[in-house]
């Protein structure tokens, strides 16, 4: 059974760090380029960020950039989330999927292609 399950998620004081891992089962990650998204309460789900299969390409959405880092351990299939400098803003669930090709395909405030998704995780940024 093909699965994608992320962990990491919890509650943390603004200026805090967490590190999200999305784990693959029943299948490798080693040729498929993997996005973070994320949804907030009563807003559309928007991609933060997506590395390519190699992990030669990374993007991030303008709103994480310079605080998020995205990166990919073959041996373990995991990819990573550093966030770093979370703000309030930042909480919402957030949630890994996989693309059955090797590249990033970036859209307006999204990565198209997706196929596989995991079930999410909750971050919630607050003192």
């Known amino acids: 059974q093909l699965q994608l399950v992320e962990s990491g998620g919890g509650l943390v004081q603004p200026g805090g760090s967490l590190r999200l891992s999305c784990a693959a089962s029943?299948?490798?990650?080693?040729?498929?380029?993997i996005g973070w998204f994320r949804q907030a309460p009563g807003k559309e789900r928007e991609g933060v960020s997506c590395?390519?299969?190699?992990?030669?390409?990374?993007h991030y959405a303008d709103s994480v950039k310079g605080r998020f880092t995205i990166s990919r351990d073959h041996a373990k299939n995991t990819v990573y989330l550093q966030m770093n400098s979370l703000k309030p803003e930042d909480t919402a669930v957030y949630y890994c999927?996989?693309?059955?090709?090797?590249?990033?395909?970036?859209?307006?405030?999204?990565?198209?292609?997706?196929?596989?998704w995991g079930k999410g995780t909750l971050v919630t940024v607050s003192s």
């Open positions: 590395i390519s299969s190699s992990g030669s390409y990374a």
């Open positions: 029943g299948f490798t990650l080693d040729y498929n380029a």
């Open positions: 999927a996989a693309d059955l090709r090797s590249r990033c395909t970036v859209a307006r405030n999204t990565y198209d292609g997706m196929v596989y």
